[in-house]
């Protein structure tokens, strides 16, 4: 973001590494409290900034308390931005995956890109590719995925840098319809909910102690994963640990509800689908024979 002063992105990247995570435990997020340590004072980057904050502040329905500008020249060298978010549950309404049994479906919601994991191995595959980031991207994306912000062709750039999806909308949606009963199932019927970052499908296993997860019919693999797998001569398993692989959040509920729930959801967000189910294998295992993990 920083080599092409695109910082639009960056605001959103922020919140939605924070909320995105505060929902797995079916908590709505109510506030925001940004960090920001800068070289130099730049009217034009704090700017940019404060749209990029207010926008992602926007999507995921919290307010932006407060925070902490500092201007530290000589120690950092670069724009430094991270934050805190607060949500809130009723009592006894966390969701922590203790009630996940054998045969819960799996239920993927797509994501809108890289998100914010995996940047040190896509800059060494950029790198590799010999390509800069103004350059067109060498492969086709479907319409209205990514965020444009130059004019032409679509850029590598403009897709390594796509913001991360916010899932407060469906999520929480979903979360609080159940609670008030006007939802798709009984607030029960969810049993676990995963943001799929760093770690990959791995993140799975952090749910419960002893069961296993089988994805079997697995979203769509966005481009610009099949890219760098190939530059980069990265193998599929390494792939899935280290990138969301087009699946950036996932919700486990009772088998005899999940058809009712995927469709109350994808109507919310296009193409969200059941993927798989809950097993007893103790481990993740895919489609993909080479895609498994038996441990995060």
Not at 147 to 160: F, K, N, P, S
Not at 174 to 180: H, I, N, T
Not at 240 to 269: I, K, P, Q, Y
Request: net charge negative; with cysteine; hydrophobic share 40%.
């Amino acid at each position: 973001a920083s080599q092409t002063g695109w910082l639009r992105g960056v605001g959103i990247d922020c919140i939605a590494m924070n909320v995105n995570d505060l929902i797995c435990v079916g908590a709505e997020p109510i506030a925001f409290v940004d960090y920001i340590a800068v070289p130099k004072t730049d009217p034009e980057v704090h700017a940019e900034l404060g749209h990029s904050l207010a926008e992602g502040c926007r999507q995921a329905r919290v307010t932006l308390a407060g925070g902490e500008t500092a201007t530290l020249p000589g120690i950092v060298t670069e724009l430094d931005l991270s934050g805190t978010a607060l949500g809130w549950f009723p009592e006894g309404g966390e969701i922590t995956g203790q009630r996940l049994q054998v045969g819960d479906a799996v239920i993927g919601l797509p994501s809108s890109g890289i998100h914010s994991n995996g940047y040190t191995l896509v800059r060494a595959v950029l790198e590799r590719s010999g390509l800069s980031l103004d350059d067109s991207a060498p492969f086709g994306v479907e319409d209205g995925r990514i965020v444009r912000w130059t004019e032409g062709d679509l850029t590598i750039g403009e897709v390594l840098l796509n913001p991360t999806m916010i899932y407060v909308d469906p999520v929480i949606n979903l979360v609080l319809a159940c609670r008030d009963e006007s939802g798709p199932c009984a607030s029960e019927d969810i049993k676990a909910i995963a943001h799929i970052t760093g770690g990959g499908l791995s993140n799975l296993l952090r749910l419960h102690d002893t069961l296993g997860w089988h994805i079997d019919d697995p979203l769509p693999v966005h481009p610009e994963f099949s890219w760098i797998a190939e530059v980069g001569s990265v193998d599929s398993r390494e792939m899935h640990r280290t990138f969301n692989m087009g699946m950036g959040m996932v919700v486990a509920v009772s088998e005899e509800v999940s058809d009712d729930v995927a469709v109350w959801l994808s109507n919310r967000l296009r193409g969200t689908r059941k993927v798989g189910s809950v097993t007893d294998s103790g481990k993740v295992t895919h489609a993909d024979s080479d895609v498994f993990f038996d441990h995060y």
